[in-house]
T-cell receptor
Framework: DTAVSQTPKYLVTQMGNDKSIKCEQN?????MYWYKQDSKKFLKIMFS???????INETVPNRFSPKSPDKAHLNLHINSLELGDSAVYFC??????????????FGEGSRLTVL | GQNIDQPTEMTATEGAIVQINCTYQ??????LFWYQQHAGEAPTFLSY????GLEEKGRFSSFLSRSKGYSYLLLKELQMKDSASYLC?????????????FGAGTRLFVKA
């Protein structure tokens, strides 16, 4: 049983298109995240949701719109895709409440290639 | 702001010991993590320190000094499968909740 699952695993699309990535966690965690890992392997936080509420938005362009229908799901929709959006997008979840450490559990990643 | 520095690459020999250093600057510090990431895979949790000192977990140990903004990950009895990137990450508290940011990672090559 996969703890954090995201789909699709691979996305190849043209510039200007719109695409979505879905994420689900079955760990009962309150907090979910989207991270972007670029070609230099730098893992950068994009968004964080706690119990469906947005708590972190790291100055991501508004072409990126996260949606959390419930605390087990966090989806990412990207409009008007650009070449620079090519990256691996990781969904993660954590339990922040004490005594938990807040370690992140990552999904397998979704590799987006914009042509 | 927040900043995390760690070496870009390291090479070590199978069976040896390697220490990967990490320095950080942050406000609202609430813990330091080390993650391992093999090529093409997701990061996986290795260790967590929130108080000063050494945490040992099998072949892996992690040390934290909050006053110096410094941590290291120690890997003993290196195996070929330890070849991976090691990510230092700092969790901090800010309005609304916690945020975990990552260093650029240290690529470790283990040679026979």
């Amino acid at each position: 049983d996969t703890a954090v699952s995201q789909t699709p695993k691979y996305l190849v699309t043209q510039m200007g298109n719109d695409k979505s990535i879905k994420c689900e966690q079955n760990l009962g965690h309150d907090t979910m995240y989207w991270y972007k890992q670029d070609s230099k392997k730098f893992l950068k936080i994009m968004f964080s949701y706690n119990n469906k509420e947005l708590i972190i938005n790291e100055t991501v362009p508004n072409r990126f719109s996260p949606k959390s229908p419930d605390k087990a799901h966090l989806n990412l929709h990207i409009n008007s895709l650009e070449l620079g959006d090519s990256a691996v997008y990781f969904c993660a979840s954590s339990q922040e409440r004490i005594p938990n450490t807040g370690e992140l559990f990552f999904g397998e990643g979704s590799r987006l290639t914009v042509l | 702001g927040q900043n995390i520095d760690q070496p870009t690459e390291m090479t070590a020999t199978e069976g040896a010991i390697v220490q990967i250093n990490c320095t950080y600057q942050t406000s609202g510090f609430n813990g330091l993590f080390w993650y391992q990431q093999h090529a093409g895979e997701a990061p996986t949790f290795l260790s967590y320190n929130v108080l000063d000192g050494l945490e040992e977990k099998g072949r892996f140990s992690s040390f934290l000094s909050r006053s110096k903004g410094y941590s290291y990950l120690l890997l003993k009895e290196l195996q070929m499968k330890d070849s991976a990137s090691y990510l230092c990450a700092v969790r901090s508290f800010h309005t609304g909740g916690f945020k975990t940011i990552f260093g650029a990672g240290t690529r470790l090559f283990v040679k026979a």
